[in-house]
């Protein structure tokens, strides 16, 4: 199993402002994942996080809004830049072990993010 | 297309009655495991279960229990004698291929009144 340590657990920030969250694992992983949960919403993927190579954005996110950090296998930084209300939500950093049967999906408790 | 529905938005039971969650997938792919998480007011994403594509076996823990169809591409979520605890969002979620990120669907929130 893996344990992921995320942090802020909640910030409040003002507009135009930007925020890095942390995303600690306990043991190595190939892949990272950030999501973002809009209040009532569900989970959507923003990017993936690759050691050594820059992150993999989905569609309607993009790096200079929401650039990833990832220096090795059990560490990643999002930063939400330039807030706006819009980005109050809810962020979520997953990983993934195993690739056979035995694959499970772990995740950080959770940045809740308000902006005012 | 490759997607998780959940119809049932919200679902509102007293205390003690049965629910079920209802998910339904779509995918070309053979192999895929399917999840089901909780998600309480706090915000954290608590694991409920996985299950593989190749076991169609059902599965009971406690109250909870799951069941896997795949000639329906269904995975229904039954909660036995609901307690206001069990109030909170509840997702199905898929992995397509392995490697890949999850898949969500839209959730379903659970009142549970005493």
Known sequence: SAVISQKPSRDICQRGTS???????????????????????SLTLIATANQGSEAT?????VIDKFPISRPNLTFSTLTVSNMSPEDSSIYLCSVLYGLDRYTEAFFGQGTRLTVV | AQKVTQAQTEISVVEKEDVTLDCVYETR????????????????????????????????????????????????????????VDSAVYFCALIFNAGNMLTFGGGTRLMVKP
């Open chain 2, 29 to 84: 792919d053979t192999t895929y495991y399917l999840f089901w998480y909780k998600q309480p007011p706090s915000g954290e994403l608590v694991f409920l279960i996985r299950r593989n594509s190749f076991d169609e076996q059902n599965e009971i823990s406690g109250r909870y229990s799951w069941n896997f169809q795949k000639s329906t591409s269904s995975f229904n979520f039954t909660i036995t004698a609901s307690q206001v």
């Open chain 1, 57 to 61: 954005y989905e569609s309607g996110f």
């Open chain 1, 19 to 41: 925020l890095t969250i942390q995303c600690q694992v306990d043991s190595q992983v190939t892949m990272m994942f950030w999501y973002r949960q809009q209040p009532g919403q």
